[in-house]
């Protein structure tokens, strides 16, 4: 059987990538270097940034970057490509129009994740930049998939930017009781499971070592199914 090669676009964030990169080796259910998946990663860091563009489309399009490093993993042998960033799947559909491998889609798996694992679930909190969240891309797979949402108030949106950009983006240390009070709130507004559907939220996921089953980290899930898709088994599976 043909080996397969996974094709990172990354860079979006560059901290986020090496962590998804990290997370790949951990993950894998591997005695040897030969078990691991073979990766092709573009650290792609100077792709303009997404949520910018999102809210204000007279700011720099990434999609033609974005189109050309996919074509370019797909060129170099990629047998699937994986974007370790949730807003970047805005998207979605034109970059899949672009390369004739499949791009494994952040959203949809992390919703159909939290549907396996938790079949009576009625409402996902979400919690993501705004530009995700303006993008409806985790508020229509939850309705595709017939569960209940909800997204943070605007004070807490706004908070959560500035955990996002101003510190973790920047390298500086989270603010993680304000965290942590976010995704409070949205638990007790009747949410069964939160998404941390931003990678640099992963970051947080890891720093803080969190283990809470209510509280779903998109990045390990693109992870675990980027593992099955190159034929690999996950550690504790």
Request: charged fraction near 25%; include cysteine; aromatic fraction near 6%.
């Amino acid at each position: 059987m043909q080996e397969k090669i996974l094709g990172v676009l990354g860079g979006v964030g560059p901290l986020a990538t090496v962590y998804f990169m990290d997370m790949l080796v951990k993950m894998t259910d591997a005695e040897t270097d030969q078990q691991h998946i073979p990766v092709l990663c573009f650290n792609h860091a100077t792709i303009p940034d997404r949520t910018a563009y999102i809210l204000d489309n007279r700011k720099e399009n990434p999609l033609p970057v974005m189109e050309r490093d996919a074509q370019l993993l797909e060129k170099a042998g990629a047998s699937c490509i994986v974007i370790p960033c949730n807003t970047a799947h805005y998207f979605y559909d034109q970059l899949q129009e672009k390369v004739t491998i499949p791009i494994i889609n952040i959203i949809n798996e992390t919703v159909g994740y939290i549907r396996q694992k938790n079949p009576g679930v009625k409402k996902i909190g979400i919690l993501a930049t705004e530009g995700t969240i303006a993008a409806r891309a985790y508020q229509n797979s939850c309705e595709r998939s017939g569960v209940d949402y909800d997204t943070p108030n605007e004070f807490d949106q706004k908070s959560l930017m500035n955990i996002i950009y101003n510190q973790v983006k920047a390298g500086k240390p989270a603010d993680f009781e304000e965290f942590m009070r976010i995704i409070g709130v949205m638990k007790h507004d009747g949410c069964d499971a939160v998404i941390l559907g931003c990678t640099e939220l992963s970051i947080i996921h890891r720093d803080f070592n969190m283990n809470r089953p209510d509280v779903v980290d998109s990045l390990q899930v693109l992870a675990r199914r980027s593992i099955e898709m190159c034929g690999r088994r996950v550690r504790g599976a």
